[in-house]
């Protein structure tokens, strides 16, 4: 398994880029027009599939989280609970932007999109 490159001029992570004219593997740095010849052609791509419990416990724990807004302006559905943490992800599908609430209550956890 090869390590990460970093950049030499702005000390970011250099991605792989064929050239192909010159048919080689280059380490390119996306900040600046720095780029490196490869000394390996094994390039990894490391993808993480999440199970569907696994991102249910993600959004329950984003109502803890006390870097996120919080509003009282909503009510839970569930519980009745009078806060909700809030953000704006992409939905699965959908290209514009959605406002997904969690509820603040620990023993709710409820999620809910507007």
């Not at 807004?69 to 599908?93: I, L």
């Amino acid at each position: 398994m090869s390590a990460m490159k970093f950049c030499r001029e702005c000390n970011n992570i250099l991605y792989p880029r064929e050239d192909r004219e010159q048919k080689i593997l280059l380490f390119a740095c996306r900040n600046c027009d720095h780029q490196e010849v490869a000394d390996n052609n094994c390039v990894y791509r490391n993808v993480i599939a999440h199970e569907v419990g696994e991102q249910t416990q993600i959004l329950q724990d984003v109502a803890a989280d006390p870097t996120l807004p919080r509003t009282k302006a909503v009510k839970c559905a569930v519980c009745g609970h009078p806060e909700a943490v809030f953000f704006q992800a992409t939905s699965r599908g959908e290209e514009g932007m959605t406002l997904f609430f969690v509820c603040c209550n620990p023993s709710c956890g409820y999620r809910w999109r507007d």
